[in-house]
């Protein structure tokens, strides 16, 4: 028979690297996760750090929340879309679990390792650090602003970055699009 000490120590806690909320390991068996894959091992980061060590590092979220702030995560139709990423890349976090307001008071924290250019994400971090400091153009002079109801306005050149979502996501990026036009329009129709 097992005792109890020994049940208890089948029960992993841990600290998030990054901002250090108590976790517990809880791996999921078979997962087949490509984003936000439960640890098998007392390390990592919680479910909120591992949303944005994900959009930091992907193309092109990552270039519009330099130029934007990430305050442009808490509308819900930008969160509808992320779950859809989620869904698409059989997570095992779960939606609910994510905590945006979290995510975006948390936003400045640093994390240990910096954004790397891949085949799949030519800004690294010097870039990203760039368009924040407002050395780099980013996506250019029409910014996407970063207040909520504001006006958010998609140039053309974003097109090729819709263009690359849609082939991760079906319908994706046409709907990120539809999303950032619509808050634009609405701004601009009040006359
Ligand atoms: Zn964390």
């Given at each position: 028979m097992k005792s109890k000490a020994n049940m208890q120590d089948t029960v992993?806690?841990?600290?998030?690297?990054?901002?250090?909320?108590q976790l517990q390991v809880g791996p999921a068996p078979g997962s087949e996760a490509r984003l936000l894959r439960r640890s098998k091992v007392p390390k990592g980061f919680c479910v909120n750090c591992?949303?944005?060590?994900?959009?930091?590092?992907t193309y092109p979220p990552n270039i519009q929340l330099a130029e934007s702030g990430p305050e442009i995560l808490l509308i819900p139709h930008i969160q509808t879309v992320?779950?859809?990423?989620?869904?698409a890349g059989f997570a095992d976090?779960?939606?609910?679990?994510?905590?945006?307001?979290?995510?975006?008071?948390n936003?400045?924290?640093?994390?240990l390792k910096k954004v790397k250019r891949t085949a799949s994400n030519p800004c690294g971090q010097e870039e990203l650090d760039a368009i924040k400091a407002g050395t780099h153009?980013?996506?250019?002079?029409?910014r996407i602003r970063s207040s909520v109801g504001g006006a958010l306005k998609a140039?053309?050149?974003?097109?090729?970055?819709?263009e690359g979502l849609n082939k991760v996501v079906p319908g994706l990026g046409?709907?990120?699009?539809?999303?950032?036009?619509?808050?634009?329009?609405?701004a601009e129709s009040e006359k």
């Open positions: 992993l806690f841990c600290q998030c690297e990054r901002c250090g909320a591992a949303v944005h060590n994900f959009l930091r590092n992320f779950a859809d990423i989620m869904k976090a779960i939606p609910d679990e994510i905590d945006w307001q979290r995510i975006v008071d936003w400045e924290l640093p994390f153009p980013g996506f250019g002079k029409h140039r053309k050149e974003l097109d090729f970055c819709f046409d709907s990120l699009k539809k999303c950032l036009q619509k808050g634009g329009k609405n």
